[in-house]
C-alpha cells in the first residue's frame, strides 16, 4: 500500500461520505473507517506523518479538500473539491432566549448544590455573560 492507493481510498469515502449525508467526513474518523472498510492500518502507511498534514500535501491529487469549523479548530474534515460546505455556528440559544424566571431557576439549583458540588462545577464564560445580560 502506497500514498497513491491510500488517498484514491481517502477520495472513494470521502465522496461516499458526501453523497449519502452532504457534510464534511470528519478526519477523525477516516482511520477507523479506512480500517474497517478498506482494511487500510493508517499509521502503517503515514508513518509519523499525521493524516491532516498528509491530506493537506496531497489533497489535489485525491480531489478534495480540507475544512476546519472556524469555532472549533479540532473538527476538521474532508469534502470533494467541487463541493462547498460551511460549518453550523453552535449558537444553540441566545440570550433573548432566556427569561427572568430561566435566571431565577438556574440560580435555585446552584443554591440547592452541596459545596462540594458547587467547587466541581465548571461554566463557559459565555454561559455566564448571557446570564449576567439577563436582567
Same mark, same amino acid.
Given at each position: 500500500?502506497?500514498?497513491?492507493?491510500?488517498?484514491?481510498?481517502?477520495?472513494?469515502?470521502?465522496?461516499?461520505?458526501?453523497?449519502?449525508?452532504?457534510?464534511?467526513?470528519?478526519?477523525?474518523?477516516?482511520?477507523?473507517?479506512?480500517?474497517?472498510?478498506? /482494511?487500510?492500518?493508517?499509521? %502503517?502507511? *503515514?508513518?509519523?506523518?499525521?493524516? $491532516? @498534514? #498528509?491530506?493537506?500535501?496531497?489533497?489535489?491529487?485525491?480531489?478534495?479538500?480540507?475544512?476546519?469549523?472556524?469555532?472549533?479548530?479540532?473538527?476538521?474534515?474532508?469534502?470533494?473539491?467541487?463541493?462547498?460546505?460551511?460549518?453550523p455556528t453552535s /449558537?444553540?440559544?441566545?440570550? %433573548?432566549? *432566556?427569561?427572568?424566571?430561566?435566571? $431565577? @431557576? #438556574?440560580?435555585?439549583?446552584?443554591r440547592s448544590m452541596?459545596?462540594?458540588?458547587?467547587?466541581?462545577?465548571?461554566?463557559?464564560?459565555?454561559?455566564?455573560?448571557?446570564?449576567?445580560?439577563?436582567?
Amino acid at each position: 500500500m502506497n500514498d497513491t492507493d491510500i488517498l484514491e481510498k481517502i477520495e472513494q469515502a470521502t465522496v461516499a461520505s458526501w453523497e449519502e449525508n452532504a457534510r464534511p467526513l470528519l478526519l477523525s474518523a477516516l482511520p477507523k473507517l479506512l480500517l474497517t472498510k478498506y /482494511e487500510i492500518d493508517v499509521k %502503517a502507511v *503515514l508513518g509519523e506523518r499525521g493524516m $491532516k @498534514a #498528509f491530506i493537506q500535501d496531497n489533497h489535489e491529487q485525491a480531489n478534495i479538500k480540507i475544512i476546519q469549523d472556524p469555532t472549533h479548530h479540532a473538527r476538521v474534515g474532508v469534502i470533494p473539491v467541487t463541493a462547498e460546505y460551511t460549518f453550523p455556528t453552535s /449558537e444553540a440559544s441566545t440570550a %433573548a432566549d *432566556l427569561s427572568a424566571n430561566d435566571v $431565577k @431557576a #438556574f440560580g435555585k439549583v446552584l443554591r440547592s448544590m452541596t459545596l462540594a458540588e458547587q467547587r466541581t462545577v465548571v461554566f463557559p464564560a459565555t454561559f455566564v455573560a448571557r446570564l449576567l445580560g439577563e436582567k
